[in-house]
């Protein structure tokens, strides 16, 4: 039962992660490498701030934003420039991003570790009977969930997000009718980067700070979103479950092959859906 | 896009002449070593062109067919004693079987997906071999004492002056094929197989056949280049096979130019280059190069190569905003979501 | 400082080896993680390395001392590469790197071109053993004493069961290996084991399965980013104090501040400590806080110790011939060392020292808030065979 309560959880960092990676790739068509950059990018300002102002809170409200800016600005000097091109530039310049934010943070905070406590708030565990799971566990599995239901609510009930969804169908036909697509696509890009941030914020308790903590997400979130089917949201909470319970069922039966385990899932779905379990006919959610 | 053999071929026999000469102009050792990888990762990258540039796959896993020719032919060598040539031809076959598996991935997936599976599939590979088959590969640790060749016994190959002139004259041979291959018809079936699929396909090619070919042929001369890496450094590890190496050849390629056979090569000699130059000026050069490269695909997307005077590159490789039309309706409606 | 048979017997070599000439610089080529999750230890044995040179005014054998930091990225082809460099560059000393298999690949090169390496970092024991030879040589701990410490902190603690975790890395297997081979021995069982693979982040079900098993003691094997993610994990659910964390290599000053409070109350062996007693130390630790503001890590206080012995040993033979010092170094005895007594193994390259054992508390005065606090010390022969 705990296994499946940590899998829970696991499951709904990686979909925080992985949903701001699926937004932009669905919307815009980009893989954005440089997702594990700003994920990172959001931990270490979150826990600037938090040292600064002694208050978590603050820090998981105001670090994805900060990012978001950063990936606005990011995507007005040099992605907007690569939209008529080819894809596989965006995908490459997104790459020169991961290295030059990395060398950014390393400017800034040098290369020790860091650490992020949990607010007193979350801090502790639960006792379930036979098992204990931390609070801030807990309190990361209610994030995802939040997460989830809110951008299917977003996407799908309100009028921005089918002004959106519409755009990324056919920005053309959505121009005409006079909506600025380039600023829409600025402001995906920005709140993928968010999402991105607000993970990093919401994992900064849970891991050291490094500076190669971007490097080691970004193959999971890939995992996530090649099993889940691209540019698809509830394929991304699909793909997000299924590793997150792997992890945990396997490491408590065979934490050697975790790995091997995790990519034999991988293709086996691949084998079965080649375009994941939710992929292609949809875009998004 | 035509590839002239002639060109290739001239510039090949020149670049190889010059090459050849550069350890009697007083070159040191520093100098050798440093040509030595460059040929190694040059081959790599032209052997990558050829799966990218050339058919248009775009592979991100590409570290796996290196890794893998470099670890076959190492253990051959080292722990069963099989013949230097021997293990190189046998790594080379067994990164050639991985690049056909590959075939069998982009039979399944295409596009930008196509490199996100062959990614994972490289990530796959790098953790078998550091991990779950650590006894015989050494696991993270690396793997020691992969052997130089013995051939004649009044060449040392351990010297790394005449190491070079053995890589070079394989090198040579390699890139020579790869040249003769890609202007060869197979080569034009492959440009057709990346320009236009479904048209290919109504003329009756079978077109994930070729792709399966060209990325066996792709894995086969990134396994030489693998197992003469593993060679020259005498050792190999599991670092090789990362997916920053799958990035950095990619970098390679497109800095020097894709889908042209010089352009990778001559990106893999910049992009060692600027490594050295750069990490001994300051200790993040690798951000400056990210930098560059940012720069580099904005307003160099064509690489080094289109800085050639009277070159025209591929209409895929049109950077002007005005040739897309008609384009995009051909390509953005088949490429993007290939079957 | 240096015995003084080998000191005769490497100025009578010197003497006699009328091919080394004496150069305008000394020089060494470091090659260090500058970059990338180890550049802590880069930088900070950078540091140790300076104060080595900079308190023999800059120079030995009368010459000044030239000092080429190259980033070997703990990635054994560039290091590889910026050793070929820094060798046809005429280095006489190569010291490096800090990831043990750059450090495996670098030792062949210095042993095939017969150039002095020295590494006071990396502890594979193949550095040393197996993969060794005359030109590498570790002033720092190896495999085999935290191997020998561990099994004496069990002799020591006897707890009731204990279990293991252990990366999927073939010397914490070896570590792990040997020591539950001496467990029933000392009437210690095995409540479990789980071997997790390197770079591992959610220890959270082993966490469980350790607090379901009734173990009294943890075994973990474990260092850097690791050992932080797994002890903040076991802090979460409260594990930290109910049972006994121990690892040869799992925490100091750095990781501690990393993890928090739950670090306190947790075992673990260090390598070298700034809070060791000995006049030596006190004097290095004062000189490194002036310079640098803060206490040395155990990286730089082992490149600092090792360096320093090993420019000792060459101002001592008077000659600049390599092989000279390479006779010289091994087999020699440094009195002065800031842990004591080290004495270089002429079997194998190895210094013998002794092994620290230590407990994360609370800091007082100026030191770090979490510090490690040295509750054991095992003399180098309880840690060390001799030679055969």
Known sequence: MSTFVIGLSLAALLFILAAGLVLVFGLLGVINLAHGAFYMLGAYVGYQIAAWTGNFWLALALAPVFVAAVAWIAERLTLSKLYDREHYLQFLLTFGLILVINELVRLVWGVGYLRVDAPVLLQGSVDFGTFQVSVYRLFVAFAGLAAAGGLYLVLEKTLIGTVVRAASANSAMVSCLGVNVRRIRSSVFAI????????GVIAAPMVPLSLDMGLIVIIDCFLVIIIGGMGSIRGAVLGAILIGMT???GQNFIPQFIDPLTFGVLVAVLLVRPSGIFGRKERMA | MSEKLSFNLTFIVAAVAFLALVPSLGAGERAIYFLSLTLIWGLFAAAFDLSFGVTGLLSFGHAALLGVGAYVFSILTADYGVPWGIGLVAGAATSGLL?????????????LFFALVSLAAAELIHILISSTLRDITGGHDGFPAVPRPMIGSSWDFYDNTTFYYLILAIVFVSVLLLAILRSSPFGRLCQGVRLNPVRMTHIGFRIARIRSLALLVSGVFSGISGGLLASLMMFISPETLSWTTSGDVLIMTLLGGAGTLIGPILGALVFETMRDVLSDLTVHWYGLLGLAFILCTIHLPEGLMSLRPGRLLGRLFASRRASKGELETILEGESKWRE | MTNFKSVALAALMGVLSQGAVADEAFHIGAILPFSGPYAFGGEAAKAGMQMAIDERGGKVLGVPIEVSWEDGEANPQVTLKKGTRLIADDVHLLVGEASSPATLALSKLAGRRKVPLLNTISADERITGSEGNRYTFRTSNDFGMETQMTISYYETARPKSVYAVIPDVGAARDLWGKVKDS???LGIGVAGEDYPPLGNKDYAVIVNKIANSGADSVLAVLAGGDAVNFIKQAGEVGLTGKVEIFGPTLLEELTAAAVGEASLGVFSGVRYHYSYKNEQNSKFVAAYKEKFGEVPSVFAGEAYDGLSWFLDTVEATGSWDKEAWVDAFSGSTRD??????????SCNNQAEQ???????????????????????EFPADALFTDCP
């Open chain 3, 183 to 185: 467990l029933p021995g």
């Open chain 1, 247 to 249: 992890r945990a069922y």
């Open chain 3, 354 to 376: 002794i092994g620290l054992m230590a407990v994360v508390g609370r800091g007082v005065g100026d030191q770090p808030e979490l510090t490690m606090q040295i509750v054991e």
């Open chain 3, 336 to 345: 002065s060392s800031i842990e004591g007594v080290k004495t270089m193994r």
């Open chain 2, 99 to 111: 690049g056909l598996l590959y075939g069998l991935i982009s039979m399944r997936v295409g596009g």
């Open chain 1, 192 to 199: 993928g980067g968010g999402l991105a941030g607000f993970a």
